[in-house]
Every structure is written in C-alpha cells, then in structure tokens.
C-alpha cells in the first residue's frame, strides 16, 4: 500500500490520480447538491401563486392568507436552527434526501385544505421539513471546498437557489394557464421535480471526502475559531455554544434578517399585485403573470454573482458586496413604485429589483464556513437562517393587512426600500 500524502492509501496510486479523484467528487458534491436545490423552492415558493384561487374558494382576507405564508417562514426558521446542527452530526445526503420526502407529503395535505386552520398546520409543516435542505447541503458543501473557492462555490449554490425560484413561479403559470387546473394542483404536481432532484442528488454525492480515504480542505478553521475546542469534543451543546458565542453572528443575523424579509415580500405578493384587478384592467404588451417571472430571473443571476463578486472585487471583504447590492436595491425598489401599470419598464424594474435584493444571499452564506470554521458551519448556516426566516415571517400578515386595509398592492415596493436600507446599514457591523 503507498500512502500517496493526499489522504488515501491505495496499491500503486500516484499522487496525480488522487488529486483528480478528489477534484471528480468535489465537483459531483457542488452539481449534486445544488441540482438538488434547484428544485427545493418548488415545494414552498409556490403560495403567492394559489392565493388569488384560495381566496375566491375558502373566503379568505390576504391577512389571513399572510398568516398562513408566515407560519411556514417561522416554522422554517425554527427547522433551520435545529436542522442545521444535525447536518453536522447526520450529514446533508440523508437530511436533504428526507426534507424533500416530507415536504412532498406536506404539498399534497396543503392542495386538500378545506379552511384556514387546515391550512395553516399544512404549510406551517412544509416550512420545517423544507428546513432540511440548505443548510445541511451547505455543510456538505464545506466539506469538499475550501476557503479559497468559496466565493464561487456559494454563488454557484445560491445562484441555483435563486432558478429554483423561477422554477417555482414558471411552474404555477402552466399548471393555471395552459393546464387549466385549479390552485390544488399547484402543490400537488410542481413537487415532483423537487423529489427527482433529492434522488438523484442522494444517488451521486459522497458526504465527505474523508469517506472516500481523501483529505478534507486544510483551511477549515477560521481565526475566530481558533478556540472553540477540540474535534473530539464535538456534540451539538459544544457546536450550538460555539456559535452562539460570535458576536458576528447576530450582526450578520440583523442584516440577512432586513435581506430575507424584503425578498419574501416580493415572492409572496409580486404576484397578487401584478394578478390583481388593476393591471388587468390596464393595457399590456405581456401578459402580467409572464411579467412575475422577471423577479426570479433577478434573483438567480444576483445570486450567481454577490459571494464571487466579494472575493474579486471586495478581496473577501463579504460586507461591502452586501452593502453595495442592497443600496442599489432600495433604490430600484423606490422607482418602482412609479412605474405605470403595463409597462414594459415594469419586467426591467422587477428584474433588478431580485438582483439586488437576493444577491447578498450568496454572500451571507459563505459567512459561516468563514466566520465559523468547517466544522460549525452547518450549525452556524442553521441558527443564521433561523434568525431570517423570523425575521421573514413577521412581514407578511403586516404587508397583507395593509393591503387590506388600503386596497393598493403597490405597498410592497416602499416597504421592501425600507427593509434594504436597514440591511445595508447592519451590514456595516459585519466587517468581513
């Protein structure tokens, strides 16, 4: 047996075929995990889509209906801060494969919903199984790349992420257009190609390199890691309390948490507004529910590009990429309050507007591994998306009251401006 210096021993192996097995799985695990992904946000990003449907058959107000979409984004944020630390004891193959099983079951018990309780228990549920998937794919992920590459690493991750999003409006528009089917059949069909994406990922990825007999990346820890204890103390107590422990976490916590709770008010209500009696009413070129599919197409491509944005422009600093995309969003999202209904400028606006509002996702996500080290940062990813998700949540059945109240959906846009600027600001905290 040679013992080649890479971490695997094999019979007669030369170091040259160990780097390229290695490099073979490190770029299976980023296809894998994040084909997987790309089909996640089908199986909760779908809700804005069914609301017009929901209210004209079950008589529901759109505070209600905010309550309903908030009780996912909550029960989300609480399966992140537990999920997340069992991707670090159980692995992001098996996390994710069951977080995609369980939340295709609770898409199905949403489409039989007969009142708001039914419903609020059924999507709440899907929010906390829908929790097993990024941030056990992040640490996944973690394990294969290091911190050199994790600039494009995340905004590869992220940035799939982000045409899950398109997937999951794409998807509604046929199942309602050219299908012709009811609201029901949202939840039921578009979660299949989330359950093919969990296979085929479980199928083709190894959790670590180590599993193959390889050497994991030497950069794992980062300085502020530097004592958070041995490896061989490593439980879930130790992992939590590391984490907690980083007065970056909650700086960062307040700026995803501004971040998440504008992008959830444009998924959420971007399509009650442009589906609604006024632009139906206005004259169009497009057909208004086409002109929806420009904000995921944003967010994808401003996904793809925050995080690589900050290690080649920003040399890692992640904070002034994040401060960047946000201040360009606040502004965008002001002009659109007065773009005129029908308008062309309208798919341009939107675009943007998901640019820039979902483009520092990439970045807050390559935080972790760099604030807390390899080890932490499923737990880390977890507990920070927990904090935006709550963050998240407590927007909608605000932004569906207003609405209510004041009949204007346009509502969403200055409110969204608000939100980015108060990102932006926290983001000065971060420094890193």
């Known amino acids: 047996m040679l013992d080649t210096g890479q971490g695997i021993a094999r019979p007669f192996a030369a170091a040259p075929d160990v ?32 609301i017009p449907g929901i209210q004209k058959e079950l008589g529901l107000s759109k505070e209600m209906l905010g309550w309903v979409s908030a009780s996912m984004l909550w029960a989300y944020a609480l399966g992140q801060s537990i999920n997340g630390n069992l991707g670090d004891k159980w692995g992001g193959r098996v996390m994710m494969l069951a977080g995609a099983v369980l939340s295709f079951a609770a898409n199905w018990m949403t489409s039989f919903a007969t009142d708001f309780v039914w419903l609020l ?11 097993m998937g990024f941030a056990p794919g992040s640490r996944l992920l973690s394990n294969w790349w290091g911190h050199k590459h994790r600039g494009f690493v995340y905004s590869f991750y992220v940035g799939m992420s982000g045409f ?24 039921r069909l578009s979660v299949f190609f989330m359950l093919f994406g969990a296979v085929v990922m479980f199928l083709t990825v190894r959790e670590r390199p180590e599993d193959l007999g390889l050497v994991g990346p030497t950069d794992e820890k980062s300085p502020d890691q530097a004592d958070s204890g041995p490896i061989g103390a490593d439980t879930s107590a130790s992992r939590y309390r590391a984490v907690l422990s980083n007065w ?8 995803i948490g501004f971040q998440n709770a504008a992008r959830y008010a444009l998924l959420v209500w971007v399509p009650v507004h442009f589906l609604g009696p006024d632009w139906k009413a206005g004259s169009s070129i497009i057909d208004p529910t086409w002109i929806t599919v ?5 967010m994808a491509l401003g996904a793809s590009t925050n995080s690589w944005i900050s290690d080649i422009v920003f040399r890692s600093r992640r904070y002034l990429a994040i401060i960047a995309y946000m201040v360009l969003a606040a502004i965008i999202a002001i002009a659109m309050g007065f773009v005129p209904h029908g308008s062309l400028l309208g798919i341009v606006g939107l675009f943007l507007c998901g640019f820039f509002v979902f483009g520092p996702a990439s970045s807050f996500w390559a935080l972790c591994p760099d604030i807390f080290g ?15 998700y709550a963050c998240a949540g407590l927007g909608e059945p605000l932004i569906g009251r207003f609405m209510d109240h004041t009949g204007n959906t346009s509502i969403i846009f200055p409110v969204v401006a608000v939100l980015c600027v108060g990102s932006a600001f926290s983001a000065l905290i971060i420094r890193r």
């Open 164 to 187: 899950s999003s398109v997937l999951a409006y794409f998807l509604p528009i046929i199942i309602l257009g050219a299908l012709g089917l009811d609201w029901r059949w949202i939840f």
């Open 294 to 298: 420009a904000l995921p197409i944003g």
């Open 374 to 388: 390899r080890r932490l940062s499923g737990t880390a990813t977890g507990v920070l998306n927990f904090i935006s």
């Open 19 to 50: 780097d390229a097995i290695y490099t073979r799985y490190k770029w299976i695990a980023l296809l894998g995990v994040s084909f997987c992904y790309l089909f996640y946000y089908t199986g909760r990003q779908t809700f804005g889509f069914a």
């Open 248 to 255: 970056r976490l909650y700086a960062t916590g307040l700026s």
């Open 121 to 131: 228990l059924a999507w709440g549920s899907n929010g906390y199984f829908q929790a």
